[in-house]
């Protein structure tokens, strides 16, 4: 079954080359130049996921995410950025982004992040693997807790508001609490495939899920094992 993707790029030369690959790699592709025209195709025909690039004129793709986060539409969104800074980058996965590649990319990079998201939602190829069902709806460790099924979390009485990515890695950290999760069991759990030891996607995603997770005068839940990966356990 053809997956459909939906392009927002302002610049030429970048939207013609990703519609070109994208269609080669077996993608159905609707390319659009700005983020008023890409709202008004995920509106018409939603896409099985979305490829914004962040800076364009008029509606940019970070208002883009937030106007569809705020219709309640939960559509995968990769991000296409140029901004490097690690608050450049937790601001798209506060607008409801999924994940993020950095300009200049390599298309193999766009590609793997695309399948992984597709996969997650389950939309990936017949030829993808199936993921496993979850053992259990519910997880409940260190004042956290965690409704798997409704994809709503906890930490106390307080209601986190969680990306489709950010919820993952939490899921997976708490199911496995205590011990210290290496940094390519994590890339290949989440994204199933991993970056690389130069890629800070981990990093951020794991600095902006603690920013959500920490509350004053309670114990810090995510810990940083420097050199192997993380863990979650209340110290």
Known sequence: ?????????????????????LTLEGYAVTA???????LAQAHRTPPDVLLLDVMMPGIDGLQVCRVLRAEGDRTPILMLTALVETADRIAGLDAGADDYVVKPFDVEEVFARLRALLRRTGNGSLDAPK???????????????MDVQARRAWRGERELELTRTEFDLLELLARNAGIVLDH?????RIWGYDFGPGSKNLAVYVGYLRRKLDQPGAPALIHTVRGVGYVLRED
């Open 184 to 188: 390519t069991t994590i890339y290949d």
């Open 1 to 21: 079954m053809t997956q459909t993707v939906l392009l927002a790029e302002d610049d030429r030369a970048i939207r013609h080359a990703l519609e070109r690959a």
């Open 131 to 145: 993921e496993e069902p979850s053992p259990s709806g519910q997880v409940s460790v260190a004042g956290l807790r």
């Open 32 to 38: 659009v130049a700005d983020g008023v025209e890409a």
